[in-house]
């Protein structure tokens, strides 16, 4: 077997040799590749006690002797800890290093694919010793590419990188394209995950966790807490496959796992069972893959401030910090008094970050022809505690402009009232307007505005800040 050591600092890597790998794993013989047997899920309050004593011994020797000798799991931008910054998400920036095309179709599998294989990973941890989490949400946030006409039959609402560095590789493997797209770094939680006060342009939804990155002529397979590395063809072929080998195997990386090449680095007496880290051993993730992955999970969530402490209900987790503040219009149901037949209300919330008043890249909320007094509502499925809105008026020189002035109320249960101790009010083009005011509990929140002499209103997005 290969090792590649140094791709990214401090991460994890493995190139795994291309004429065991390269096919679909599904092809593999069962007998050679794992031993068949069902995981056990966890249930309720399953700890490490239950853990079968066969496998004990050499989980326990590889958290000792490889994961704290090699800090395998010292910085924290591990898939736990991402998850967790995440509330239970995941984001991917697909970087596309080939010059083949990729269909609509394909991409929409590439996302489905992710999201299956990080959760056959993560679904072994529901019910585990206080993890929070049941399903996570794996979303590709974008595609990074340094010819945008590969990605056929592209949808508005895809976000597309075309910047691109040299890639070092290339110098080695004149096969591989020199050309590496990239993604913003300001997005990249990867670059800043260090920061505790880190604010991602755009908030948390935008950021970027990881890469599924796809190399034209790379060989085998890299990953780490930056992502997961493998052939162009390798991704395209396996995308629809149940359980793929070696992105299951660099997903374990970005947990922390180890690879296990040489004899030293594995348990005296080997393995009780096969394991999908020993690259070439397993085609699927074993009992004792599992249980290397709580063992890791039950040891690091010791550490209180880098996982603070949840209690969960059926939706998932419930952070127990009351204090914390956070945008809650993307749980609301949007109205207005009246929305021209063009555009549309649910813009008001949807996440989207505007570059100026006038960006039309996406849908927008506007009610020409309409002046005077017109309206705009959120409408939540429980009482919030708020104190903030923060709106980013639209203004195309063309009917739609600022408004003259403007009022914020609330449902006070029985009638709408206006808010109390209000500052702000602000009417500026090309950026949010915030406004502080008395803390209200309420279940509606309303934006009255008056429009400026002849021109009709319009808000590309409305924040509403409030304690979670």
Same mark, same amino acid.
């Given at each position: 077997?290969?090792?590649?050591?140094?791709?990214?600092?401090?991460?994890?890597?493995?190139?795994?040799?291309?004429?065991?790998?390269?096919?679909?794993?599904?092809?593999?013989?069962?007998?050679?590749?794992?031993?068949?047997?069902?995981?056990?899920?966890?249930?309720?309050?399953?700890?490490?006690?239950?853990?079968?004593?066969?496998?004990?011994?050499?989980?326990?020797?590889?958290?000792?002797?490889?994961?704290?000798?090699?800090?395998?799991?010292?910085?924290?931008?591990?898939?736990?800890?991402?998850?967790?910054?995440?509330?239970?998400?995941?984001?991917?920036?697909?970087?596309?290093? !080939?010059?083949?095309?990729?269909?609509?179709?394909?991409?929409?599998?590439?996302?489905?694919?992710?999201?299956?294989?990080?959760?056959?990973?993560?679904?072994?941890?529901?019910? +585990?010793?206080?993890?929070? +989490?049941?399903?996570?949400?794996?979303?590709?946030?974008?595609?990074?590419?340094?010819?945008?006409?590969?990605?056929?039959?592209?949808?508005?609402?895809?976000?597309?990188?075309?910047?691109?560095?040299?890639?070092?590789?290339? !110098? $080695?493997?004149?096969?591989?394209?020199?050309?590496?797209?990239? @993604?913003?770094?300001?997005?990249?939680?990867?670059?800043?995950?260090?920061?505790?006060?880190?604010?991602?342009?755009?908030?948390?939804?935008?950021?970027?966790?990881?890469?599924?990155?796809?190399?034209?002529?790379?060989?085998?397979?890299?990953?780490?807490?930056?992502?997961?590395?493998?052939?162009?063809?390798?991704?395209?072929?396996?995308?629809?496959?149940?359980?793929?080998?070696?992105?299951?195997? $660099?997903?374990?990386?970005?947990?922390?796992?180890?690879?296990?090449? $040489?004899?030293?680095?594995?348990?005296?007496?080997?393995?009780?069972?096969?394991?999908?880290?020993?690259?070439?051993?397993?085609?699927?993730?074993?009992?004792?893959?599992?249980?290397?992955?709580?063992?890791?999970?039950?040891?690091?969530?010791?550490?209180?401030?880098?996982?603070?402490?949840?209690?969960?209900?059926?939706?998932?987790?419930?952070?127990?910090?009351?204090?914390?503040?956070?945008?809650?219009?993307?749980?609301?149901?949007?109205?207005?008094?009246?929305?021209?037949?063009?555009?549309?209300?649910? @813009?008001?919330?949807?996440?989207?970050?505007?570059?100026?008043?006038?960006?039309?890249?996406?849908?927008?909320?506007?009610?020409?022809?309409?002046?005077?007094?017109?309206?705009?509502?959120?409408?939540?499925?429980?009482?919030?505690?708020?104190?903030?809105?923060?709106?980013?008026?639209?203004?195309?020189?063309?009917?739609?402009?600022?408004?003259?002035?403007?009022?914020?109320?609330?449902?006070?249960?029985?009638?709408?009232?206006?808010?109390?101790?209000?500052?702000?009010?602000?009417?500026?083009?090309?950026?949010?307007?915030?406004?502080?005011?008395?803390?209200?509990?309420?279940?509606?929140?309303?934006?009255?505005?008056?429009?400026?002499?002849?021109?009709?209103?319009?808000?590309?997005?409305?924040?509403?800040?409030?304690?979670?």
């Amino acid at each position: 077997m290969l090792k590649r050591k140094g791709m990214m600092m401090a991460s994890f890597s493995v190139v795994i040799a291309s004429s065991l790998l390269m096919g679909n794993a599904a092809t593999m013989s069962a007998a050679s590749l794992g031993n068949g047997n069902a995981v056990v899920a966890a249930k309720g309050d399953s700890t490490l006690a239950d853990m079968p004593a066969y496998l004990k011994s050499s989980v326990e020797w590889v958290w000792k002797n490889r994961m704290l000798t090699e800090g395998s799991t010292n910085r924290k931008n591990l898939i736990f800890d991402q998850i967790f910054a995440g509330k239970g998400t995941l984001n991917y920036v697909v970087r596309w290093q !080939s010059s083949k095309p990729v269909t609509l179709q394909q991409r929409q599998d590439i996302a489905k694919m992710l999201g299956r294989q990080m959760n056959y990973w993560t679904e072994h941890l529901q019910g +585990y010793d206080g993890w929070p +989490y049941k399903n996570i949400k794996v979303k590709v946030v974008g595609w990074a590419v340094a010819d945008p006409s590969l990605l056929l039959d592209k949808q508005p609402d895809e976000v597309v990188y075309t910047n691109t560095i040299e890639d070092a590789l290339a !110098s $080695e493997q004149p096969e591989i394209p020199a050309a590496l797209p990239v @993604a913003p770094n300001e997005i990249s939680r990867f670059e800043h995950f260090s920061d505790p006060n880190y604010s991602y342009p755009g908030g948390l939804d935008k950021r970027f966790d990881m890469y599924l990155w796809a190399t034209e002529n790379f060989g085998g397979g890299a990953g780490g807490d930056w992502g997961q590395r493998m052939s162009d063809e390798y991704v395209l072929s396996t995308v629809n496959a149940d359980e793929i080998l070696i992105t299951e195997h $660099e997903i374990g990386h970005g947990f922390g796992l180890n690879d296990f090449y $040489e004899e030293h680095e594995r348990p005296p007496g080997g393995f009780p069972t096969n394991t999908i880290m020993w690259a070439g051993n397993s085609d699927h993730i074993t009992d004792w893959d599992v249980w290397m992955l709580r063992y890791t999970w039950s040891q690091i969530k010791k550490d209180t401030a880098r996982f603070p402490t949840t209690t969960k209900d059926d939706d998932g987790p419930i952070e127990t910090d009351p204090n914390e503040i956070v945008n809650i219009a993307p749980a609301a149901m949007a109205s207005s008094s009246y929305t021209s037949s063009w555009e549309n209300v649910s @813009a008001l919330n949807d996440g989207f970050e505007p570059t100026n008043s006038n960006d039309r890249s996406h849908a927008v909320y506007g009610n020409w022809p309409e002046t005077g007094t017109q309206w705009v509502q959120y409408d939540f499925d429980q009482e919030h505690t708020v104190s903030q809105t923060d709106v980013y008026w639209f203004k195309d020189g063309a009917g739609i402009d600022v408004p003259k002035s403007y009022k914020i109320k609330y449902w006070n249960g029985q009638g709408w009232s206006n808010v109390k101790q209000a500052n702000g009010f602000g009417t500026a083009a090309d950026q949010y307007n915030a406004t502080t005011f008395a803390p209200v509990k309420t279940t509606k929140l309303r934006i009255e505005m008056v429009s400026n002499g002849s021109a009709s209103t319009g808000i590309l997005e409305w924040k509403v800040a409030a304690k979670q």
